[in-house]
């Protein structure tokens, strides 16, 4: 069964940080690349960060040197790590299993709220 499940959303200041943590099923997480995205209200969802299977990262220019994503091969883990985190960074983060940069599966997502 697919399952990826978010956690450690929640309600931070401006200049706070959050880490989110994704639960991944064993079938998926080992052999697909993970992204984290977001969706603001009134926005289309959008990509923060990606981790190839081999460890290789990338970030959206707004989130360059704020934001860390790291994955657990060990535990089918994966984590983004928000720091210096913006009132423009309130959205519902979700992670996503993608093949060739295509996502395959969701999360139900986790709210994030930063207040100014």
């Known amino acids: 069964q697919v399952q990826l499940v978010e956690s450690g959303g929640g309600l931070v200041q401006a200049g706070g940080s959050l880490r989110l943590s994704c639960a991944a099923s064993r079938s998926i997480f080992s052999s697909n690349d993970m992204g984290w995205y977001r969706q603001a209200p009134g926005s289309q969802r959008e990509l923060v960060a990606r981790?190839?299977?081999?460890?290789?990262?990338n970030y959206v220019a707004s989130v360059k040197g704020r934001f860390t994503i790291s994955r657990d091969n060990a535990k089918n883990m994966l984590y983004l790590q928000m720091n210096s985190l913006k009132p423009e960074d309130t959205a519902v983060y979700y992670c996503?299993?993608?093949?060739?940069?295509?996502?395959?599966?969701w999360g139900q997502g986790t709210q994030v709220t930063v207040s100014s």
């Open positions: 981790i190839t299977v081999s460890g290789s990262t």
């Open positions: 996503a299993a993608e093949r060739f940069r295509v996502p395959r599966y």
